[in-house]
């Protein structure tokens, strides 16, 4: 109901208080008021009182909704700081997760970069390894060789002593 309407109801009880006033100076007086009239404005009166308790109900019914919405709106509010506040660890945490995966990842070229070197290391010894085992074998059989043949030469010259 809006203004008007409730306005509207003061004026209708002022109006009633003010002829149960009258009516009341009336009756000490000796005037009588029809009772048509009285009828009437009884009616007027409780019709008054009927509209001001639906009123009335209204109103409590209106406040228990709005403290309803105001619990709603502050329940509403503690989630979504909540919820911001996860949001925000959140973010926190991928930028970390972002900056240790960099890391890790600038280690593993890093380490990738060393076991090539390394690698490279490990051919270039195996290469020169197999050169120097190369060299001592054809040195050995050279040895064996010249060996074979002073043996052979020392064979001709004991052959050639003893006749």
Do not use: C
């Amino acid at each position: 109901m809006d203004a008007f309407a409730y306005d509207k109801l003061l004026r209708i009880t002022r109006a009633t208080e003010a002829a149960a006033v009258a009516m009341g100076r009336a009756q000490n007086q000796g005037a009588v008021v029809a009772l048509s009239q009285y009828n009437e404005l009884a009616d007027m009166y409780n019709s008054l009182v009927a509209e001001y308790n639906t009123l009335y109900h209204a109103r409590e019914q209106q406040k228990a909704k709005l403290d309803e919405w105001i619990t709603y709106g502050k329940i509403t509010t503690a989630r979504r700081d909540e919820l911001k506040e996860i949001a925000q660890n959140s973010l926190r945490r991928e930028t970390k997760i972002a900056e240790e995966r960099d890391t890790w990842k600038e280690r593993a070229v890093k380490a990738s970069k060393d076991r090539d070197e390394m690698t490279a290391k490990y051919k270039k010894l195996w290469d020169d390894g197999k050169a120097w085992a190369d060299m001592w074998k054809s040195r050995a059989e050279a040895a064996e060789k010249k060996l074979a043949e002073i043996v052979g030469a020392s064979a001709q010259v004991d052959a050639g002593k003893q006749p």
